[in-house]
């Protein structure tokens, strides 16, 4: 996004913008210019490389109706006039003569213009044309000329490339104003030329009397870097003529570049179609938005403002893209739909010199509704509907009808208003520019206080009377109430069919409002804002301030006024008692560096004035105060070697301001001393100190400069000698380790603080507790790897620490196998235990009666217990070592299933193993009956025959599970 100045007010010239908006209807173009006329003024500017010789450059006239037309050369003084029959296209190619007296080249004032006069209305073209580079423009009647406009343009190639623009006045002494600054002063048909190596985009021209404004820009890639170049040439609107809604159609190149420019801050933009490439769609005056229009997803696009704003359309640079094989950069000023007209006349331009253009073609813009009622004729011929072309639709309620032109003028009509716009191509060739519309500007306007009603809101006014005048250009209606005045909405009945009256305002924002009804009762409407300025406040000057002794006060700073007109005048105040005000010669400004040194308590004020009222600001206190003492620091002190000494302290120092930085700072001999970083406070924490230092504290005032401290010293001792503790051990788990000794710590103060620290992985230190002699008993059995060491600490001496001493545990023993198998009463039983350990040695002092343990794990023995017998015991295993383990064992009973049951309903061995969980399978293996709780001799619901049957058994004890498989026979 690129930026312009705002419009420059002087005391010469108030720059004015203008706008309107219309609607479609036909009563709205009632008295409204058009791109036809009368007079016309033009220059041609540079194209390329400047080189005249190659340059054709064209004039085309379109009437019709017969007419004599004058061209005047201001540089020569030469007139030439012709005459032409109506529904006639004349086309002027410029002599060598005649180009050197139009041809704008450079920076500078000269007299190289046309002056075109008519007789009756014509339509003017201008081409300037060169090989594969050109570009064409409308020329608007001089009756639209404004005194405001911004030039708008594109990125210049890299390197080389100017932009440029013309001003040519239509007045003598007219001054012409470049963002504010004054560039020349021209007499009637003098022009002034500007060249520039940036995009002048968004720069504002204005002047004091009517000017024609051109760009002319000597080559430009679109977009930028993007080959090839062309040049620019367009004749701009005046800001008066801008709108608020366009519809930009896309040509059959397929693919354009638009720019938006705002002519006021805060305008916001929306569009319907196409994607923005650089800027903001929030515009200050100046700015400008660039959009992409791409046939590929768009039919155009349609934008829309909430102010003025301009919007010019570009044909991109030939390699940007494969849509079509012709052309390169041209551009086009786009017509808000508000300048829309009923009938315009448009004709193409003729390939001269050494130009390479070979189509042509225009574009009709309509409301989509409205688009079969458009028509058109060639030349002499009679209306007809379009043809030789095609519509293109756009979502935002507007068509465009792109067709093909040859040589002749044609006239395009609708009654619901149009506008044109013409473009051709050549190899590396393009023109493209508006063709027709409407140029409204105002008919009917008023003054208030002699400022231009839409001014109004650049000013502030005082509250009072304020006079207010009308002007009305066309006739008014003869009967009463043909002019009407109101204010925020209500009518001044007083102030009915008056072109001057006065009324007195309060502060505030006031509408005022004129309705105005012409000879047709056509009604013309116009509004302009008046903000009346609330009361004037003299802002707040920042606090009291605390100097020293014989010194000057900070900058005395203060918030800028509230209300009043916005044009402030200032002069600082002093004092000595607050009461009685002497104003300071020179202080005017916002804020007032008073240079004078203070010994006694003085008040400053500001006073602000503006051209309605004055105010004060409060009153602020300067005081000198005491000089600065910087306090103590305390005190000498030894530490141990690498030990952090404790926290230096110091006094707060008195006097100054009171608003103290502090800056401690360490010496290694009393004489050169160094800043210590980030020691900034009032006490400081030392790092750990392994020699002798020297510190002190500085002690600063923002006005009363800078102190020192007394000076204290740090001795170092020698560091503690831990000492050795001992030894590495091996224990049984689940033991508690001997005693561990250890020799005395030595050095440092001599007074030593023992703690004995463990650890498991001899990294991560834990303190034991109540563990602080030089020796450690150790209470809590080990079952895991422990290491152990003794930290030594002592007075202002970092913590040291003995070697480290292991206690390993000695493996784990493990008694094998975890449950052993149940026993039958009666019936031998016998099950080896093993153990993991070297050299175990088994024993069980409970062994149930009938069971045998060896030393060597073997258990057996013959037990006679019927039912369901638990029988525990212990088993123990010792190690070479001397560590004992032991597994607790249950010796559970085997559940012993009867060979024989009788499913017979006798009520007696009718089920198997009842409240057993139970599978039982015939003697070919197949499953015939599961259950848990035993079985019933059944297969499917039916008694089994008698037979032999497998079953497996599944039953659980102590929580334990165990099966049991056999046989059992079936007797029916």
Known sequence: MKTGKHCWLNKYFICLIFGFLFGLSSTSLLGQYTTQGKDFWLSFG????????????????????????????????????????????????????????????????????????????????????????????????????????????????????????????????????????????????????????????????????????????????????????????????????????????????????VRVVASQDATTITHIGGYVTDGSLN??????????????????????????????????????????????????????????????IIAPFIAAGFSILKEHYAMIVVPQTAKSQTEMKIGNGSFTPLAGGFWTDHPSGYSYYTMPLDDNGYTYRNPNGLTILGFGFGNYESYYYLAGSSLRKLDAFFYVNEIYYQNLETEMFCPGNFDVRAEIKYSLDASAGRVKWFIDGIEETAARDQITWSKSLSSGEHTITMAARDEHGYSDTVKGTIIVVPKLTGGDVAGNQKICYNTAPDLLTASLPTGGTGKYWYIWQISTDSLTWTDLAGATEQNHSYTNALIDTVFFRRKTSDSCSEAYSNAIKIMPVPPLEAGQIAADRTVCYNSVPDEFTGTTPIGGTGTYSYQWQWSADNVNWTDIGGANELNYLSDALSELRYFRRQTSDAKCGTRLSNIITVNILPSIVAGTISDDTTICRNTVPAQFTGTASTDGTGVYVYQWQQSTDGDNWTDIDNATEQDFMPTDSLNTITYFRRQTSGPECVPVWSNTITVDIHPETEILPETLPPFRSNTEYFQTLTANAVLPQFSSPDLPDGLYLTQSGELSGLLDIKGNATLPFTVFVEDKHGCIVSRNYILLSEVAPPQIFTPNGDGINDVFMSGYKIIVFDRLGVEIYKSDNGWDGTYKGKTVPSDIYFYKLIYNREGKTFTITGYVGVEQ
């Open 46 to 257: 540079s194209n390329n490389n400047e080189d005249i010789d190659s340059l054709a450059l064209q004039i085309r006239v379109v009437t019709l109706q017969a007419t004599s037309v004058t061209f005047s050369f201001t540089e020569t003084g030469k007139d030439t006039t012709i005459n032409l029959p109506a529904n006639t296209v004349y086309t002027k190619n410029l002599d060598m003569a005649e180009k050197e007296a139009t041809y704008a080249i450079g920076t500078r004032k000269t007299s190289k213009s046309i002056h075109i006069q008519s007789s009756a209305n014509i339509a003017v073209y201008a081409i300037n044309l060169s090989q594969a580079t050109s570009d064409a423009t409308i020329v608007l009647p001089t009756n639209s000329l404004n005194r405001s406009y911004f030039h708008i343009s594109y990125i210049l190639p890299t390197p080389g490339g100017l932009d440029g623009y013309l001003a040519i006045a239509t007045e003598n002494n007219t001054e012409i104003y470049d963002n504010g600054v004054l560039r020349a002063t021209l007499n009637r048909g003098e022009v002034y030329a500007r060249y520039a190596s940036n995009d002048m985009t968004g720069r504002n021209i204005t002047s004091n009397h009517p000017i024609a404004f051109f760009n002319a820009n000597i080559c430009v890639y679109v977009p930028e870097n993007i080959k090839a170049c062309d040049c620019l040439y367009e004749q701009l609107f005046p800001t008066a003529l801008w709108g608020k809604r366009f519809m930009v159609p896309l040509t059959i190149r397929g693919k354009e570049r």
């Open 283 to 344: 515009l200050n005056a100046g700015d400008f938005v660039e959009l992409e229009i791409d046939m590929a997803y768009d039919d155009g696009c349609y934008i829309e403002a909430n102010k003025p704003i301009a919007v010019t359309s570009y044909l991109t640079s030939l390699d940007y893209h494969a849509y079509y094989n012709m052309g390169d950069p041209a551009m086009a000023w786009i017509p808000s739909v508000e300048q829309s007209t009923t009938e315009l």
